[in-house]
Protein backbone atom coordinates (compact mmCIF):
# COMPACT_ATOMS: atom_id res chain seq x y z
CA UNK A 1 0.00 0.00 0.00
CA UNK A 2 1.88 3.75 -1.39
CA UNK A 3 0.36 6.74 0.22
CA UNK A 4 -3.16 5.41 0.12
CA UNK A 5 -5.78 7.53 1.15
CA UNK A 6 -9.72 7.69 1.28
CA UNK A 7 -11.59 10.50 1.66
CA UNK A 8 -15.14 10.81 1.24
CA UNK A 9 -17.52 13.43 -0.63
CA UNK A 10 -18.43 15.03 2.61
CA UNK A 11 -14.69 15.56 3.31
CA UNK A 12 -14.32 12.69 6.00
CA UNK A 13 -11.31 11.13 5.52
CA UNK A 14 -11.52 7.63 6.81
CA UNK A 15 -7.52 6.73 5.81
CA UNK A 16 -4.90 9.33 5.17
CA UNK A 17 -1.62 8.26 3.27
CA UNK A 18 -1.09 4.75 4.42
CA UNK A 19 1.79 3.22 3.66
CA UNK A 20 2.18 -0.28 4.34
CA UNK A 21 4.37 -2.99 3.48
CA UNK A 22 2.64 -6.27 4.25
CA UNK A 23 5.26 -9.69 3.93
CA UNK A 24 3.85 -12.66 2.47
CA UNK A 25 2.85 -15.80 4.26
CA UNK A 26 2.17 -13.90 7.68
CA UNK A 27 -0.54 -12.40 9.64
CA UNK A 28 -0.27 -8.59 9.41
CA UNK A 29 -2.99 -6.88 11.83
CA UNK A 30 -4.73 -3.82 11.74
CA UNK A 31 -5.46 -2.49 15.15
CA UNK A 32 -6.78 0.91 16.72
CA UNK A 33 -9.72 2.44 17.96
CA UNK A 34 -12.70 3.07 15.98
CA UNK A 35 -12.74 5.36 13.69
CA UNK A 36 -9.40 4.50 12.83
CA UNK A 37 -10.28 3.63 9.58
CA UNK A 38 -8.79 -0.64 9.67
CA UNK A 39 -12.10 -2.03 8.17
CA UNK A 40 -11.86 0.46 5.26
CA UNK A 41 -8.44 -0.31 4.81
CA UNK A 42 -8.97 -4.02 4.57
CA UNK A 43 -11.79 -3.01 2.03
CA UNK A 44 -9.80 -1.31 -0.16
CA UNK A 45 -7.28 -4.54 -0.54
CA UNK A 46 -9.87 -6.56 -2.41
CA UNK A 47 -11.79 -2.85 -3.90
CA UNK A 48 -15.49 -3.23 -1.73
CA UNK A 49 -14.05 0.34 -1.20
CA UNK A 50 -12.34 2.15 -3.84
CA UNK A 51 -9.36 4.38 -3.02
CA UNK A 52 -9.25 8.50 -3.48
CA UNK A 53 -5.47 7.98 -3.82
CA UNK A 54 -2.27 5.98 -3.49
CA UNK A 55 -1.91 2.58 -4.85
CA UNK A 56 -2.24 -0.41 -3.78
CA UNK A 57 0.37 -3.35 -5.47
CA UNK A 58 -0.33 -7.40 -4.75
CA UNK A 59 2.75 -8.94 -5.75
CA UNK A 60 3.69 -5.98 -7.90
CA UNK A 61 0.68 -5.19 -9.78
CA UNK A 62 -2.02 -2.60 -9.29
CA UNK A 63 -4.91 -4.18 -8.09
CA UNK A 64 -6.96 -1.89 -10.06
CA UNK A 65 -5.71 -3.45 -13.39
CA UNK A 66 -7.00 -6.65 -12.49
CA UNK A 67 -11.15 -7.10 -12.96
CA UNK A 68 -12.45 -6.37 -9.81
CA UNK A 69 -14.83 -9.84 -9.52
CA UNK A 70 -11.40 -12.18 -10.19
CA UNK A 71 -9.82 -9.68 -7.78
CA UNK A 72 -12.31 -10.70 -5.01
CA UNK A 73 -12.07 -14.39 -5.76
CA UNK A 74 -8.89 -14.71 -5.63
CA UNK A 75 -9.08 -13.33 -1.77
CA UNK A 76 -10.94 -15.33 0.71
CA UNK A 77 -13.13 -12.81 3.18
CA UNK A 78 -14.25 -13.36 6.87
CA UNK A 79 -16.50 -11.60 9.22
CA UNK A 80 -17.73 -11.13 12.05
CA UNK A 81 -20.85 -13.41 12.55
CA UNK A 82 -19.50 -15.45 10.12
CA UNK A 83 -21.82 -13.94 7.48
CA UNK A 84 -22.96 -17.35 5.99
CA UNK A 85 -26.16 -18.60 3.92
CA UNK A 86 -28.53 -19.44 5.84
CA UNK A 87 -30.66 -20.96 3.19
CA UNK A 88 -27.67 -23.34 2.69
CA UNK A 89 -26.16 -26.08 4.23
CA UNK A 90 -22.66 -26.03 5.68
CA UNK A 91 -21.16 -27.76 3.05
CA UNK A 92 -22.65 -25.72 0.10
CA UNK A 93 -21.78 -22.18 2.01
CA UNK A 94 -18.12 -23.84 2.02
CA UNK A 95 -18.38 -24.66 -1.33
CA UNK A 96 -19.68 -21.19 -2.54
CA UNK A 97 -16.75 -19.85 -4.41
CA UNK A 98 -15.00 -22.69 -5.34
CA UNK A 99 -19.20 -23.48 -7.54
CA UNK A 100 -18.40 -19.94 -8.95
CA UNK A 101 -15.31 -20.93 -10.12
CA UNK A 102 -16.75 -23.58 -12.16
CA UNK A 103 -15.76 -26.32 -9.98
CA UNK A 104 -18.40 -29.36 -10.35
CA UNK A 105 -20.57 -29.76 -7.22
CA UNK A 106 -19.29 -33.37 -6.66
CA UNK A 107 -15.34 -31.61 -6.46
CA UNK A 108 -16.65 -29.22 -4.62
CA UNK A 109 -18.38 -30.38 -1.46
CA UNK A 110 -15.46 -33.04 -1.83
CA UNK A 111 -13.09 -29.91 -0.88
CA UNK A 112 -15.93 -28.44 1.61
CA UNK A 113 -15.54 -31.51 3.67
CA UNK A 114 -11.70 -32.18 3.42
CA UNK A 115 -11.51 -27.68 4.86
CA UNK A 116 -14.43 -28.81 7.95
CA UNK A 117 -11.76 -31.34 9.03
CA UNK A 118 -9.43 -28.77 9.05
CA UNK A 119 -10.96 -25.94 10.88
CA UNK A 120 -11.91 -28.94 13.72
CA UNK A 121 -15.77 -29.10 12.31
CA UNK A 122 -16.88 -32.37 12.53
CA UNK A 123 -18.39 -33.56 8.98
CA UNK A 124 -21.66 -35.01 10.40
CA UNK A 125 -22.45 -31.26 10.49
CA UNK A 126 -22.06 -30.71 6.66
CA UNK A 127 -25.81 -31.44 6.18
CA UNK A 128 -26.96 -28.85 8.31
CA UNK A 129 -28.39 -25.13 8.08
CA UNK A 130 -26.28 -22.25 10.21
CA UNK A 131 -29.01 -21.62 12.56
CA UNK A 132 -28.24 -25.42 14.13
CA UNK A 133 -24.66 -24.73 14.78
CA UNK A 134 -23.10 -22.45 17.99
CA UNK A 135 -21.52 -18.95 17.10
CA UNK A 136 -17.81 -20.67 17.43
CA UNK A 137 -18.86 -23.31 14.43
CA UNK A 138 -20.25 -20.68 12.52
CA UNK A 139 -17.16 -19.06 12.77
CA UNK A 140 -15.13 -21.73 11.44
CA UNK A 141 -17.54 -22.30 8.81
CA UNK A 142 -16.96 -18.96 7.88
CA UNK A 143 -13.05 -19.43 7.64
CA UNK A 144 -13.37 -22.77 5.89
CA UNK A 145 -15.21 -21.03 3.29
CA UNK A 146 -13.10 -18.48 2.99
CA UNK A 147 -9.79 -21.14 2.35
CA UNK A 148 -12.57 -23.05 -0.18
CA UNK A 149 -10.69 -21.98 -3.62
CA UNK A 150 -7.19 -21.72 -2.04
CA UNK A 151 -6.72 -18.26 -2.24
CA UNK A 152 -3.06 -16.53 -1.33
CA UNK A 153 -4.69 -13.66 0.56
CA UNK A 154 -7.40 -13.89 3.27
CA UNK A 155 -9.19 -10.77 4.95
CA UNK A 156 -10.58 -11.22 8.26
CA UNK A 157 -12.63 -8.36 9.61
CA UNK A 158 -12.86 -9.02 12.96
CA UNK A 159 -13.92 -12.35 12.59
CA UNK A 160 -14.25 -13.71 16.56
CA UNK A 161 -15.14 -10.75 18.24
CA UNK A 162 -18.90 -12.19 18.47
CA UNK A 163 -17.88 -14.87 20.51
CA UNK A 164 -17.44 -15.53 23.82
CA UNK A 165 -13.79 -15.53 25.61
CA UNK A 166 -13.20 -19.02 25.30
CA UNK A 167 -14.57 -19.67 22.13
CA UNK A 168 -12.55 -16.87 20.68
CA UNK A 169 -9.52 -18.35 22.23
CA UNK A 170 -10.13 -22.01 20.52
CA UNK A 171 -10.58 -19.96 17.62
CA UNK A 172 -7.36 -17.93 17.57
CA UNK A 173 -5.29 -21.11 18.35
CA UNK A 174 -7.28 -22.71 15.37
CA UNK A 175 -6.26 -19.84 13.27
CA UNK A 176 -2.81 -20.12 14.04
CA UNK A 177 -2.61 -23.59 13.60
CA UNK A 178 -4.30 -23.47 10.22
CA UNK A 179 -1.87 -20.65 9.36
CA UNK A 180 1.52 -22.55 10.33
CA UNK A 181 0.37 -25.33 8.28
CA UNK A 182 -0.83 -23.26 4.98
CA UNK A 183 1.42 -20.40 5.25
CA UNK A 184 -1.32 -17.51 3.77
CA UNK A 185 -1.27 -13.94 3.68
CA UNK A 186 -3.78 -12.63 5.86
CA UNK A 187 -4.73 -9.31 6.62
CA UNK A 188 -6.73 -9.39 9.69
CA UNK A 189 -8.19 -6.37 11.72
CA UNK A 190 -9.02 -6.13 15.09
CA UNK A 191 -9.98 -3.68 18.28
CA UNK A 192 -8.29 -6.15 20.91
CA UNK A 193 -4.81 -5.24 21.21
CA UNK A 194 -4.24 -8.66 23.13
CA UNK A 195 -6.20 -10.61 20.32
CA UNK A 196 -3.65 -8.62 17.80
CA UNK A 197 -0.37 -9.57 20.33
CA UNK A 198 -1.21 -13.13 19.79
CA UNK A 199 -1.81 -13.49 16.16
CA UNK A 200 0.18 -11.06 14.50
CA UNK A 201 3.22 -11.53 12.71
CA UNK A 202 3.46 -7.41 12.46
CA UNK A 203 1.07 -5.53 13.99
CA UNK A 204 0.10 -1.87 12.40
CA UNK A 205 -1.48 0.81 15.18
CA UNK A 206 -3.66 2.87 13.56
CA UNK A 207 -4.47 6.78 14.84
CA UNK A 208 -8.00 7.83 14.39
CA UNK A 209 -8.08 9.52 11.08
CA UNK A 210 -6.88 6.71 9.41
CA UNK A 211 -2.84 7.53 9.90
CA UNK A 212 -0.52 4.93 10.78
CA UNK A 213 1.12 5.14 14.39
CA UNK A 214 3.13 2.03 14.59
CA UNK A 215 4.29 -1.06 12.27
CA UNK A 216 6.19 -3.22 13.72
CA UNK A 217 6.27 -7.01 15.33
CA UNK A 218 4.51 -7.71 18.24
CA UNK A 219 7.81 -7.85 20.67
CA UNK A 220 9.52 -4.93 19.10
CA UNK A 221 5.88 -2.86 19.89
CA UNK A 222 5.73 -4.54 23.67
CA UNK A 223 9.39 -3.17 24.15
CA UNK A 224 9.25 0.38 21.60
CA UNK A 225 6.38 1.65 21.62
CA UNK A 226 6.80 4.53 18.89
CA UNK A 227 5.00 7.50 20.90
CA UNK A 228 2.07 8.02 23.97
CA UNK A 229 -1.09 7.31 21.69
CA UNK A 230 1.14 3.53 21.17
CA UNK A 231 1.67 3.63 24.75
CA UNK A 232 -1.32 4.40 26.01
CA UNK A 233 -3.18 2.20 23.61
CA UNK A 234 -1.46 -0.75 24.46
CA UNK A 235 -2.12 -0.36 28.06
CA UNK A 236 -0.73 -0.28 31.57
CA UNK A 237 0.16 -4.42 31.41
CA UNK A 238 2.38 -4.26 28.26
CA UNK A 239 5.13 -5.23 30.43
CA UNK A 240 3.66 -8.75 31.64
CA UNK A 241 2.36 -9.38 27.92
CA UNK A 242 5.99 -8.94 26.85
CA UNK A 243 6.61 -11.61 28.89
CA UNK A 244 4.38 -14.09 26.54
CA UNK A 245 8.17 -13.78 24.01
CA UNK A 246 10.18 -14.96 26.61
CA UNK A 247 10.46 -18.66 26.82
CA UNK A 248 10.91 -20.47 30.15
CA UNK A 249 13.34 -23.31 29.31
CA UNK A 250 16.06 -21.84 31.16
CA UNK A 251 13.88 -21.28 34.31
CA UNK A 252 15.64 -23.20 36.85
CA UNK A 253 13.85 -25.61 38.81
CA UNK A 254 13.93 -27.56 41.89
CA UNK A 255 12.56 -31.15 43.20
CA UNK A 256 13.43 -30.62 46.87
CA UNK A 257 9.68 -29.34 47.93
CA UNK A 258 8.25 -32.48 45.75
CA UNK A 259 7.27 -35.53 47.49
CA UNK A 260 5.01 -38.38 46.65
CA UNK A 261 1.85 -39.00 49.17
CA UNK A 262 3.27 -41.87 50.10
CA UNK A 263 6.71 -40.88 51.68
CA UNK A 264 5.62 -41.27 55.09
CA UNK A 265 5.27 -39.12 58.17
CA UNK A 266 9.07 -39.05 58.85
CA UNK A 267 9.82 -37.85 55.34
CA UNK A 268 7.26 -34.90 55.60
CA UNK A 269 8.55 -34.14 59.05
CA UNK A 270 12.31 -34.01 58.50
CA UNK A 271 11.82 -31.40 55.43
CA UNK A 272 13.26 -28.18 56.01
CA UNK A 273 10.59 -26.21 53.56
CA UNK A 274 7.56 -23.92 54.45
CA UNK A 275 5.71 -26.28 51.79
CA UNK A 276 5.81 -29.33 50.48
CA UNK A 277 4.02 -30.33 46.62
CA UNK A 278 2.50 -33.45 46.89
CA UNK A 279 2.25 -35.82 43.55
CA UNK A 280 0.75 -38.67 43.57
CA UNK A 281 2.51 -42.38 42.66
CA UNK A 282 2.69 -41.04 38.71
CA UNK A 283 4.42 -37.64 39.63
CA UNK A 284 1.53 -35.91 39.00
CA UNK A 285 0.49 -33.01 41.30
CA UNK A 286 -2.55 -32.98 44.00
CA UNK A 287 -1.63 -30.45 45.69
CA UNK A 288 0.50 -28.22 48.84
CA UNK A 289 1.00 -29.02 52.43
CA UNK A 290 2.60 -28.08 55.56
CA UNK A 291 5.32 -30.73 56.60
CA UNK A 292 3.40 -30.79 59.78
CA UNK A 293 -0.16 -31.10 58.32
CA UNK A 294 1.12 -34.37 55.91
CA UNK A 295 2.95 -35.69 58.86
CA UNK A 296 0.27 -36.03 60.79
CA UNK A 297 -1.74 -37.47 58.23
CA UNK A 298 -3.22 -34.73 55.84
CA UNK A 299 -2.46 -35.84 52.33
CA UNK A 300 -5.79 -36.12 50.72
CA UNK A 301 -6.12 -34.47 47.69
CA UNK A 302 -8.96 -32.09 49.70
CA UNK A 303 -6.99 -31.50 52.46
CA UNK A 304 -4.38 -30.07 50.44
CA UNK A 305 -4.12 -26.50 49.09
CA UNK A 306 -4.38 -26.23 45.05
CA UNK A 307 -1.30 -25.86 43.23
CA UNK A 308 -3.28 -23.58 40.63
CA UNK A 309 -2.67 -24.12 36.52
CA UNK A 310 0.81 -25.30 36.12
CA UNK A 311 3.14 -24.79 33.01
CA UNK A 312 5.01 -26.47 30.61
CA UNK A 313 8.98 -25.40 30.96
CA UNK A 314 10.13 -24.73 26.88
CA UNK A 315 6.50 -25.17 25.74
CA UNK A 316 5.22 -21.85 28.01
CA UNK A 317 5.85 -19.08 28.23
CA UNK A 318 7.86 -17.22 31.20
CA UNK A 319 4.53 -15.04 31.24
CA UNK A 320 2.67 -18.60 31.89
CA UNK A 321 5.37 -19.12 34.64
CA UNK A 322 4.62 -16.03 36.22
CA UNK A 323 0.70 -16.74 36.01
CA UNK A 324 1.14 -19.62 37.46
CA UNK A 325 2.91 -18.95 40.27
CA UNK A 326 0.78 -15.85 41.11
CA UNK A 327 -2.35 -18.15 40.93
CA UNK A 328 -0.46 -20.78 43.71
CA UNK A 329 -1.68 -20.11 47.37
CA UNK A 330 1.98 -20.82 47.80
CA UNK A 331 3.65 -18.57 45.32
CA UNK A 332 5.73 -21.25 43.55
CA UNK A 333 4.89 -22.35 40.19
CA UNK A 334 4.22 -26.23 39.16
CA UNK A 335 6.51 -27.11 36.49
CA UNK A 336 5.38 -30.82 34.85
CA UNK A 337 6.26 -32.25 31.82
CA UNK A 338 3.63 -32.85 28.46
CA UNK A 339 2.35 -35.65 30.02
CA UNK A 340 1.03 -33.96 33.48
CA UNK A 341 4.46 -35.16 35.32
CA UNK A 342 6.01 -32.81 37.90
CA UNK A 343 9.52 -31.92 36.92
CA UNK A 344 10.15 -29.42 39.41
CA UNK A 345 8.94 -26.50 41.44
CA UNK A 346 9.99 -22.15 40.66
CA UNK A 347 9.51 -19.51 43.15
CA UNK A 348 8.50 -16.09 42.14
CA UNK A 349 12.00 -15.00 43.14
CA UNK A 350 13.46 -17.44 40.60
CA UNK A 351 11.01 -16.46 38.03
CA UNK A 352 12.04 -12.74 38.93
CA UNK A 353 15.47 -13.45 38.66
CA UNK A 354 14.94 -15.39 34.98
CA UNK A 355 12.51 -12.35 33.85
CA UNK A 356 15.50 -9.58 34.20
CA UNK A 357 18.21 -12.28 32.49
CA UNK A 358 15.40 -12.68 29.26
CA UNK A 359 15.26 -8.77 29.45
CA UNK A 360 18.89 -8.09 29.45
CA UNK A 361 19.65 -11.05 26.54
CA UNK A 362 16.47 -9.45 24.48
CA UNK A 363 13.10 -11.72 23.61
CA UNK A 364 13.83 -14.84 21.57
CA UNK A 365 11.14 -15.66 18.27
CA UNK A 366 7.89 -16.85 20.25
CA UNK A 367 7.61 -19.31 17.56
CA UNK A 368 6.37 -22.46 19.50
CA UNK A 369 6.19 -20.82 22.61
CA UNK A 370 2.60 -20.18 24.34
CA UNK A 371 1.67 -17.23 26.29
Not at 59 to 70: L, W
Not at 326 to 345: E, F, I, K, N, Y
Amino acid sequence: MESVTKRYPDGTVAVDQLSLDIPDGSITVLVGPSGCGKTTTLRMINRMVEPTEGTILLDGTDIQRRPVTTLRRSMGYVIQNAGLFQHRTIVDNIATVPRMLGWGKQKARARAAELMERVGLDTSLARRYPYQLSGGQQQRVGVARALAADPPVLLMDEPFSAVDPVVRKGLQDELLRIQAELGKTIVFVTHDIDEAIKLGTMVAVLRTGGRLAQFASPAELLSAPADAFVEDFLGADRGVRRLSFFPSAALELTTAPVVRADAGAERFAAADAPYLLVTDADGRPLGWGTPAGLAAGDTAPDRLLPYGRPFVPGTDSLRAALDCAVLSPTGWAVAVDPDGRVTGVASQTTIGEAIRAAHAAGPADRAGVAP
